[in-house]
T-cell receptor, first 112, second 112 residues
Framework: NAGVTQTPKFQVLKTGQSMTLQCAQD?????MYWYRQDPGMGLRLIYY???????DKGEVPNGYNVSRLNKREFSLRLESAAPSQTSVYFC???????????FGNGTRLTVT | SQQGEEDPQALSIQEGENATMNCSYK?????LQWYRQNSGRGLVHLIL?????REKHSGRLRVTLDTSKKSSSLLITASRAADTASYFC????????????FGTGTRLTVIP
């Protein structure tokens, strides 16, 4: 009964380095999402995938790319990390677009 | 931005008291959802209220929605120390939209 699993839990990068955040869900949900959470800003949507094979930009997509690898997995890639990308990243999934989201426990990323 | 705004930003009450949090938003919605986040964890869905509903209950939670004022409130009755968390409202736009817009949250502290 894992729900949404994110890896890694913590990561420190130097400016310019790249990395991929992994997310997998075992609830057979169609839609998956990547959010970032910053103090005082709430959660902001980076990218989402309404269904397998599709991805769309959210509110703050610049500096990120995503891949919907299959129905279970949705990864987020930072090609050249910047200090402004220091944040907590949450992956979520839902059955359909506006139904309740199920969240992972987050990846805490620091870019120095 | 559609992002909701919660009020107050922080709330501290004694165990057993009721806690009320408010959320305002800007444009027409399909539904409004409330989430809870414990420190260091992902968000957990609490309750969803549709645009044609005015009030909804779930255990000690009561949510109201006033679409004419574009506002919602979350009432937690008989609070417990375990209710200490941040609470977020999230709005889903008209049916067919594929993402939620989150507010900045209310930090609730329940003092034993």
């Amino acid at each position: 009964n894992a729900g949404v699993t994110q890896t890694p839990k913590f990561q420190v990068l130097k400016t310019g380095q790249s990395m991929t955040l992994q997310c997998a869900q075992d609830m057979n949900h169609n839609s998956m999402y990547w959010y970032r959470q910053d103090p005082g800003m709430g959660l902001r949507l980076i990218y989402y995938s309404a269904s397998e094979g599709t991805t769309d930009k959210g509110e703050v997509p610049n500096g990120y790319n995503v891949s919907r690898l299959n129905k279970r997995e949705f990864s987020l890639r930072l090609e050249s990390a910047a200090p402004s990308q220091t944040s907590v990243y949450f992956c979520a999934s839902s059955d359909v677009g506006t139904s309740p989201l199920h969240f992972g426990n987050g990846t805490r990323l620091t870019v120095t | 931005s559609q992002q909701g705004e919660e009020d107050p930003q922080a709330l501290s009450i004694q165990e057993g008291e009721n806690a009320t949090m408010n959320c305002s938003y800007k444009t027409s919605i399909n539904n409004l959802q409330w989430y809870r986040q414990n420190s260091g964890r992902g968000l957990v869905h609490l309750i969803l209220i549709r645009s044609n509903e005015r009030e909804k209950h779930s255990g000690r939670l009561r949510v109201t929605l006033d679409t004419s004022k574009k506002s919602s409130s979350l009432l937690i009755t008989a609070s417990r120390a375990a209710d200490t968390a941040s609470y977020f409202c999230a709005t889903a736009l008209l049916a067919g939209a594929n993402n939620l817009f989150f507010g900045t949250g209310t930090r609730l502290t329940v003092i034993p």
